[in-house]
């Protein structure tokens, strides 16, 4: 590493290695808002829920369901945790984001698409376990 550097010649004879560059990355989701996050959330936190109501009959089921829980609070508190550490993520308001929307590879998205986009996943699956649950529970 110290042959890249400019001034590796004047660091023959010397421990110490050069100065590092003061770095910062780019934000992680410095366009998506913290309510979009909350969203996601809630979509997990109604999957997780829908688990617990419908299909907790025998101590063998509940602690699946329990398992996945745990799970799920694994899932969310680790980007949580970087988000909030990094400080750079979430600030944009939801109204901004609705308004502007944001940038892809691909090209623009307006607010509500990418904010569809986004959502349709997680709610689809609590829509979906919720309906099973609730027919599993009529039938048995």
């Given amino acids: 590493m110290y ?3 400019e001034g590796f010649e004047s660091l023959a ?3 110490q290695p050069p100065e590092p560059l003061p770095m910062m990355g780019e934000a992680a989701a410095p366009d998506i808002p913290r309510e979009v996050g909350v969203m996601i959330l809630g979509a997990y936190g109604a999957i997780i829920s829908a688990f617990l109501l419908l299909f907790t009959r025998g ?3 509940t602690m699946m369901v329990v398992i996945s829980g745990l799970y799920f609070a694994i899932y969310l508190a680790v980007p949580t945790a970087f988000f909030n550490t990094e ?3 979430g600030q944009l308001s939801l109204r901004t984001f609705l308004a502007d929307g944001l940038e892809t590879w691909t090209g623009h998205v307006d607010g509500r698409g990418a904010l ?3 959502l349709s996943i997680p709610v689809t699956i609590a829509v ?3 309906a099973i649950g609730t027919a ?3 039938m048995l």
């Fill in 116 to 118: 569809i986009q986004i």
């Fill in 13 to 15: 004879g010397h421990n």
């Fill in 136 to 138: 599993a529970r009529i």
């Fill in 87 to 89: 400080g750079r993520s």
């Fill in 59 to 61: 101590l063998d089921a």
């Fill in 128 to 130: 979906a376990v919720t």
């Fill in 3 to 5: 042959a890249l550097h």
